[in-house]
C-alpha cells in the first residue's frame, strides 16, 4: 500500500527569523497514537515587526487530549537551524491511506526542543549546513491535523546577532597612553657579527607607526612607520 498525503497546503513564505512556535499534540488515548494537532508560528520581518501564520492544522479548539507547548526562542541570538521528526498513519481505522507527523523536534544554535508526540514511523528531516529556517510550508487536515511541514532556509552569513554586551567594541581604539610612546618609535638593536673586530653597534630606529582594530582586549594589528633612522654607537 502506498502512503499519500492529502490535505489542504500552506506555505508562509520566507521572513527574517522564526521567534516562537505554539505546539498542539494529541496524547495517546484508546485505539488512537500521538500525532501533532497544529502549529502556530510567529516570524520576526524587522522593524519590530512580527507576523503570525495562524493555525496549521487541526482547528478544533479545547480538544480534552490536546498538550500545548509554547516554545520562545531569543532572537536574534536563537534561531532555528532544523526540524526532524517521524510520520505514520495515525488513525487506521479511519484513514488507513494517510499518513501525518506523529511526533517532531525543534533544533535552535542552542538547544533542542522536543519531542512532541511519539516518536514512531518513518524518520524525516528539514535541515542545511550553516543555514537558519525563516518560514514554513506543507499541509493538514483541518478536522484531524498537520500531515506534512517542510521549511525555507536562508544562509546564516546574511543573519545580524546582537553582540554581548561585554564584547562590543571599546569607546577608544587607541592603545594606553603608557604604550603610545614605544610604539610610536621602535629601536631594533642589530646584532654585531662574530667575525667583525670594530667596538661599534648599529640601532635602527623606526618612527610613525601606527595601530588598528585594537578593540577591547583583543589584538590589533600594527603598521610599521616609514621614517628609518640609523644610530652608530661604541661597544662599551
Known sequence: ?????????FDDGRHLGVKQL???????????????????????????????SGVHGCQIPDLPTAQVTMIKLDYPNEYLTAICGYVDIPWPHTLPWVTAIRSIFFRSNKKMYGPFGDPVGRFFAEAIPETMIVG???????????????????PLESHQICPPKDLLPAPSCRPPQDLIPALDSLQIKVKKDEDDNTNQHSTCVVSNNQISKNHGDGNGSLSVGNRIKYIVNQYS
Do not use: E
Request: aromatic share 12%; proline share 3%.
Open 1 to 9: 500500500m502506498n502512503l499519500v498525503t492529502p490535505g489542504l497546503r
Open 22 to 52: 505554539v505546539i498542539r499534540h494529541a496524547s495517546r488515548t484508546y485505539n488512537f497514537a500521538s500525532w501533532l494537532l497544529s502549529i502556530d508560528i510567529k516570524y520576526h520581518d524587522g522593524n519590530g515587526i512580527s507576523t503570525s
Open 136 to 154: 514554513f510550508y506543507g499541509c493538514s487536515l483541518p478536522m484531524y491535523g498537520l500531515l506534512q511541514i517542510k521549511a525555507h532556509m536562508k
